[in-house]
């Protein structure tokens, strides 16, 4: 199926929403938000992730979301869902696949190769919440044309940091400031992690 709308022009807005919840697949037609990030990843548990992917798959054919912008949040590399999850996305409304927990440029490159392969056309988002991603993101923002976005996974990253978040957010401040310049370094947009 086609996407609906071009790109939208603005990212101000990012809404994070679990493709486990049918009322939430409904619900976000009606949001407010240039961005939705349907997850996959985080917010579905093990033994829903099958059932997630084939509402999410059916939610954007049967499309109705306007002029925002669709990313999916697929599993990370290395998980027994990955390769399916990239595979219902190619091709369908999505905007871009997000890649979760990003550690390396080839990480990138392989999804790439696979977006290419198929034509479909998707854009993708790279997820910047481990240290290994954070020290490794000038790579990563490198690694293709296909890259659009470096998104920060903050609640990840403080926990692998073995910190606290706190108000100021002291302990991502190097993270947040790298992967900044990194992005802009390369011509990427890149978006905070999400609002706790």
């Known amino acids: 199926p086609c996407r609906e709308t071009s790109m939208p022009a603005l990212r101000r807005s990012v809404l994070y929403l679990p493709a486990s919840n049918p009322r939430a697949l409904v619900k976000a037609r ?8 349907f997850d ?6 093990p033994d829903q992730k099958v059932a997630a992917r084939e509402q999410l798959r059916s939610a954007l054919a049967l499309g109705g979301y306007g002029e925002r912008e ?95 978040h706190t108000p100021n957010r002291e302990a991502v401040w190097y993270a947040l400031s790298h992967c900044v310049m990194a992005a802009r370094a390369h011509g990427l947009d890149v978006i905070d992690g999400v609002h706790l």
């Not at 009606?30 to 990030?37: N, S, T």
């Not at 996959?40 to 548990?45: H, K, P, Q, R, T």
């Not at 988002?125 to 240290?131: F, I, S, V």
Request: net charge negative.
């Open 30 to 37: 009606e949001l407010p938000a240039d961005v939705l990030v």
């Open 40 to 45: 996959l990843e985080d917010a579905v548990a």
């Open 70 to 164: 669709l990313v999916v949040r697929v599993n990370g590399r290395g998980t027994p869902w990955h390769a399916d999850d990239v595979s219902a996305v190619l091709g369908s409304a999505a905007h871009a696949l997000c890649l979760p927990k990003v550690e390396s440029a080839e990480e990138v490159r392989v999804v790439a190769a696979l977006v290419e392969r198929a034509g479909a056309g998707q854009a993708l988002w790279a997820m910047a919440e481990t240290p290994r991603g954070v020290l490794a993101i000038g790579a990563i923002a490198a690694s293709h044309p296909l890259l659009q976005v470096i998104m920060l996974g903050t609640s990840d990253l403080v926990r692998d940091l073995r910190a606290r």
